[in-house]
């Protein structure tokens, strides 16, 4: 029992307690390394959240501006396609010349072309609004 004396005892107490001084260090760095990633991963989330919320805002803006262009051009083409037909009615009374049949029906034409475009548009935002709130195509 010559190891075991209190001198010796006290020593190895004395050195354990010794570790915890020369490491705190060490813990105190590691905390502070641990606690620089979890502000940087916040700080990624809360971008990535707002991303994702400018994204869907701006699917939600254009959808809507285009949707009102759609409606426009298709009032627009509802009231030339009478105005067509009007014209038509005035050609077989002979009131306008073919050449003014035609320019009308040029019309007619370009204001349809606009509305499928307006229309084409719309569609394109409804599948922006999709894959900006998380729909996988």
Request: hydrophobic share 40%.
């Amino acid at each position: 029992m010559g190891s075991m004396n209190w001198a010796n005892v006290l020593a190895a107490f004395g050195g354990a307690a010794m570790i915890p001084i020369f490491t705190g260090g060490a813990k105190t760095a590691n905390l502070r390394l641990k606690k620089n990633y979890y502000e940087q991963t916040l700080q990624n989330y809360y971008k990535t959240n707002l991303t994702a919320i400018q994204e869907v805002n701006n699917a939600l803006c254009a959808l809507k501006f285009d949707h009102d262009k759609y409606i426009k051009n298709l009032n627009s083409y509802n009231m030339q396609k009478q105005e067509y037909k009007f014209s038509e009615v005035k050609y077989h009374d002979g009131l306008i010349s073919n050449l003014d049949l035609l320019q009308q029906k040029e019309t007619l034409l370009t204001m349809n072309k606009m509305v499928v475009n307006s229309k084409t548009d719309c569609y394109i935002n409804q599948i922006s609004l999709y894959k900006a709130v998380g729909g996988a195509l």
